[in-house]
């Protein structure tokens, strides 16, 4: 079965740099939507960033809040997925979760943020970024 496991969170200081990972195996099919999304105390999972892969066509998305700051990539020999994070404020802090949906064909299942649309799920990777 599919598994995702993610890395890379820590603490560090406001303006400081993280890299999240998520490493993939299990998935049988090439097209995919892979997302990394956090969750906050007492806040509701938001999407942050998604790398979309349908029929060899590759498209990036973010959230408004992180543009210009997170970068996503894949490194395809690895079956793992970046989140480059800079410039971190403390409201980046949070439990950070990669998601997968692996399709053989495309269909709509919802839109890139949102969590319904993802089959798997990592098991998260905690971000703190003090001021």
């Known amino acids: 079965q599919v598994q995702l496991v993610e890395s890379g969170g820590d603490s560090v200081q406001a303006g400081g740099s993280l890299r999240l990972s998520c490493t993939a195996s299990g998935y049988t099919y090439s097209n995919y939507y892979i997302g990394w999304f956090r969750q906050a105390p007492g806040k509701e999972r938001e999407g942050v960033a998604a790398i979309t892969r349908v029929y060899g066509s590759t498209v990036a998305y973010y959230h408004d809040s992180v543009k210009s700051r997170f970068t996503i990539s894949q490194d395809n020999a690895k079956n793992t997925v970046y989140l480059q994070m800079n410039s971190l404020k403390p409201e980046d802090s949070a439990m950070y979760y990669c998601?997968?949906?692996?399709?053989?064909?495309?269909?709509?299942?919802?839109?890139?943020?949102?969590?319904?649309?993802?089959?798997?799920w990592g098991q998260g990777t905690q971000v703190t970024v003090s001021s």
């Open positions: 998601a997968a949906d692996f399709f053989r064909v495309p269909n709509y299942r919802g839109t890139w943020y949102s969590p319904t649309r993802y089959d798997h």
